[in-house]
């Protein structure tokens, strides 16, 4: 289905009556690809600061120091700046999903089912990237306490 | 040397403060900008709540989505503060001993070298005035290198607390380590805790006793006529085992076992496990910023304190050297540790690459849709990913249709066929001929300017070989346009700026080519090096955007029958790069008048 041929553009809605998506297409693209040009900056920024930190270990000339940088480049930069774009990824692609389902998806999906599904890919939104890291989210594997 | 003191190798151990302090505050402002990005992301994501634009049920995980992001993105730039911080203390604190070192110890060292020049050691050892000389600079030396030691430990101590989210705990008290940092550095190495102590000064003055010293000298003992070696046997056994003992706050023979033996585990493992430690510090931080000190020094890029390993292989009596030793192993034993694995996994840059994979065709849609947005007139995705939309800021071109005459005015008057066209053409390879070097300040009737310029030493070469134009003292020349850049797209603005081309040279043609050219080496290693491609592309995304763009909108400017050459050493970023070009319509048609050139030109 093309986006196009919907009839009512912008403010095209689908859905059910009891939960209804009032999206403006063009507006929420917008959003997202303005977002993500902001966003395109993390990827630099992240560079950045490993070759900011890198610069500090050398000019520290200490192995403690250097060894605790890298610490702070594991733990703090890499994990952190990894959370940032990981949710800035979902978010874009959850919205993105949500135009998708309501406005090209499959014809044939009752309005109840579409509605359901951007919601579904909604909630991805949200996400944790780091999520699937736990143990007890790792599926098939026993947590041993 | 007559004294036996490498007041150069102790130098050596010192930072240069001003250094830190500048790459301190690039940290801090790279992590408040990650903050800065984070809000104007989520002010332009906050606009799905304007009436109308997003409404359905559940709409507030979305409404909410970049309020962890930021949450994280604060967390980061303070962090970063935090480091500046404690980094500049440190520096400040070096400074200070760097400065005491110079006024206090350089002085008196260099007027006893003077003293004693021409003279070995033994040649004036029996002189008990001047070995006690030799021996106070000796302890000069060792006060401050304690003190360089506790403000490396101390601000260690608080970088593992930022490492540790423990930042603002308040100091329990119990010896004023909340965190534990010696039972930190002490884990996985299983020996030597007491490595999280400072080393003190009189620890220093007994390894300055030994027969090798300490990598700035060692102490002299007073020639009283005895046997040399008899003289050794004694020191080493006595001093080694009042040191070790001490160094663990235990007495006796069995604590003296115990602790030997814990010198020899750390021994062996130095001597088999050393390398591939050193080798992995410096593979992580390559990974970390592709810094090529790495490869030349990865002991100094690793900020190693230079003490000399080697003194701790002693050929006899180990069991004994070790307490004379007991104490400065245990700063080298910090390189044993396992050094932190910096899985990059790099996160994929958010956004369009990922919708791209995700979701094929959608990303056309977005634009589409975007483009029919009319009630933010922000152009749509201004990062400037290619792949379609993304239009360079050409003011003007006159560019001939056709390649013949061109009708192209070089500077400085007269019309291009009228003036004496230097033949720089290189007749045995690409560029300019290497025995036609431009000078500094020439136009070479064209629209630009030769400029000395800064040139990282990875890409030095290859540039070379495309330009054919020389380095030299880390400078090179470049060729430097002005143009008309468009700094506001919504209200056309423009601004003045200046562009570097590698070179800039004739092509006699016929017809006459202005030749601008660019060399691109060594990207290739954005890809394999990383789990996945994405710093890579993002790597090619800015060049694209923020160098081919802007050169290429500087030469159409600029008129005339130009062309731009782009060559990469590695063919499959030379194709990366093309695809880029071509997904642009103007630099697709371009690309087929041959009036942009991207290609792979590997060196012989």
Partial sequence: MKFDSLPSSPGASAGAADGVFDVDPAAVSAVVLETDAEAAAFADLAYALFQDLSGLVEACRSDVIGEQLAEIAQDTVHRGMNVVQRRTGNALNAVAEVLTILHSADAAMSDTARVSAAEAAQAKADDDPYAFERPDHIPGQVTPW | ?604
């Fill in chain 2, 1 to 604: 040397m007559s004294t036996g003191i490498d007041l150069a190798a102790f130098e050596r151990m010192l930072p240069d403060s001003e250094a830190l302090r500048a790459r301190a505050d690039a940290l801090r402002d790279t992590g408040a900008e990650v903050e800065s990005v984070a809000a104007s992301a989520a002010t332009v994501w906050g606009r799905l709540q304007g009436q109308g634009i997003y409404e359905g049920p559940g709409q507030e995980i979305v409404f909410s989505a970049f309020a962890p992001i930021r949450t994280k993105a604060a967390d980061i730039a303070e962090a970063m503060g935090e480091v500046r911080s404690a980094i500049v203390n440190y520096a400040e604190e070096a400074a200070e001993i760097r400065r005491r070192f110079e006024t206090q110890v350089r002085p008196a060292a260099e007027a006893f070298a003077v003293e004693t020049a021409g003279q070995t050691v033994s040649e004036w050892d029996d002189d008990r005035d001047l070995v006690e000389r030799q021996n106070a600079i000796m302890s000069q030396l060792s006060v401050l290198a304690a003190d360089l030691d506790a403000a490396q430990r101390a601000c260690a101590q608080v970088l593992a607390r930022i490492s540790s989210g423990t930042s603002k705990e308040t100091d329990s008290g119990s010896g004023g380590d909340p965190l534990g940092f010696a039972g930190a550095f002490a884990q996985g190495a299983g020996y030597l805790a007491s490595g999280a102590l400072p080393t003190t000064a009189s620890q220093f003055d007994a390894a300055a006793k030994s027969g090798h010293g300490l990598a700035w000298g060692r102490a002299v003992e007073h020639d009283n006529g005895l046997h040399p070696f008899i003289r050794g046997i004694g020191d080493q056994i006595i001093g080694g085992y009042e040191s070790f003992a001490g160094l663990l706050g235990k007495r006796g023979i069995p604590a003296q076992l115990e602790a030997t033996q814990g010198l020899l585990f750390m021994l062996g493992s130095l001597t088999g496990r050393n390398a591939a430690a050193e080798q992995n510090r410096a593979e992580m931080l390559r990974q970390m910023a592709q810094v090529d000190l790495f490869k030349t020094d990865p002991s100094r890029a690793a900020g190693r304190l230079a003490f000399d390993i080697g003194t701790l292989f002693i050929p006899a009596g180990a069991a004994a050297k070790a307490g004379t030793f007991g104490r400065v192993p245990a700063r080298a034993a910090h390189v044993e540790l396992p050094a932190p694995r910096l899985e990059v996994t790099t996160p994929p840059t958010p956004g369009l690459h990922t919708i791209r994979e995700a979701h094929p065709g959608l990303l056309d849609r977005l634009r589409t849709w975007a483009q029919d947005h009319t009630v933010d007139p922000q152009p749509a995705y201004a990062g400037g990913k290619p792949g379609g939309g993304h239009q360079f800021d050409v003011v003007r071109s006159e560019a001939p249709d056709g390649v013949a005459g061109g009708g192209s005015t070089p500077p400085g008057g007269g019309t291009q066929y009228g003036v004496q066209l230097p033949d720089h053409m290189n007749p045995n390879g690409p560029g300019r001929n290497p025995e036609m070097q431009p000078r500094i300040g020439a136009s070479e009737h064209g629209p630009g300017e030769w400029r000395l310029q800064s040139s990282s030493p990875q890409g030095r070469e290859y540039q070379e070989f495309i330009t054919g134009v020389h380095a030299a003292d880390g400078k090179v020349p470049e060729y430097i346009l002005e143009y008309d850049k468009v700094v506001d797209s919504v209200t056309g603005a423009i601004s003045r700026t200046e562009i570097r081309m590698d070179n800039f040279h004739w092509d006699k043609g016929p017809p006459p080519v202005q030749v601008y050219s660019d060399a691109k080496g060594h990207y290739a290693f954005f890809e394999t090096r990383f789990k996945n491609s994405s710093l890579y592309n993002a790597k090619l995304d800015e060049m694209y955007r923020k160098q081919f763009s802007n050169q290429l909108t500087a030469m159409l400017q600029k008129g005339g029958n130009t062309r731009l050459e782009w060559h990469f050493l590695e063919k499959k970023v030379a194709d990366d790069f093309l695809d880029r070009v071509l997904s642009d319509p103007l630099g697709a048609r371009l690309v087929s008048e041959g009036r942009v050139v991207i290609q792979w030109t590997p060196m012989p």
